[in-house]
């Protein structure tokens, strides 16, 4: 069954849907490493991101399923290293709003929990994405984590995320998206944390 999940930034300033989602067209995970973790303190808001591991919630999907409205001028972007992956995220609240690699050619986004509005019901992230299939990056997790959790990338993720982008590339899925402009550019110029800010951040990830 595909749904159409709306997309809320947490002031609602952004809005947008992410269209036909399905088991079939992403893929839950909850990512515990530390570029996730150092993100999330980049924005302030860690308490909001993060689970009690140090785990991110995300979806993956690809770009062309991912519509932005209202508020699009409020789209930001960074990286943590110069050729760290694209992280967008709204001005107004820093709402993580996705994950992307450097370039459009590999069409995929990772889209944060705190970005979907599941309309507050209880269960109502399981209703539109379905069970967390894999957790990753366990060897930058905190406490006992989950049994199934994978120190790095198990292979049956990469493999899927493999097919995602092949089934994104062919059936058209890539374009359009609200992170690349038609040249390929992106939308908005990233910031470029320095190395002494990343330390600084990693820092507030160990407490």
């Not at 992280?87 to 590999?106: D, H, I, L, Q």
């Amino acid at each position: 069954m595909q749904r159409e999940v709306p997309l809320k930034c947490s002031c609602g300033a952004v809005r947008g849907v992410a269209h036909s989602v399905s088991l079939r067209r992403g893929t839950r995970v909850v990512c515990m490493c530390i570029d996730c973790q150092t993100y999330a303190h980049f924005l302030g808001r860690a308490a909001d991101i993060l689970d009690a591991h140090g785990g991110t919630d995300v979806f993956q999907l690809a770009p062309g399923q991912l519509e932005l409205g209202q508020g699009a001028d409020q789209l930001r972007c960074v990286r943590l290293s110069p050729k760290g992956a694209m992280r967008w995220y709204t001005e107004c609240c820093k709402t993580p709003v996705g994950n992307t690699a450097p370039s459009p050619s590999v069409p995929f986004v990772g889209v944060p929990h705190l970005f979907m509005d599941h309309g507050g019901s209880p269960g109502g992230r399981e209703r539109d994405l379905g069970p967390v299939r894999f957790w990753v990056q366990g060897q930058d997790g905190h406490g006992q984590l989950p049994p199934r959790t994978h120190p790095r990338f198990p292979p049956r993720l990469l493999l899927r995320t493999a097919y995602l982008l092949l089934r994104a590339k062919l059936t058209g899925l890539s374009r359009p998206t609200p992170f690349w402009d038609a040249k390929g550019k992106p939308t908005v110029e990233p910031l470029v944390l320095s190395r002494e800010e990343r330390a600084r951040l990693r820092e507030l990830c160990k407490r």
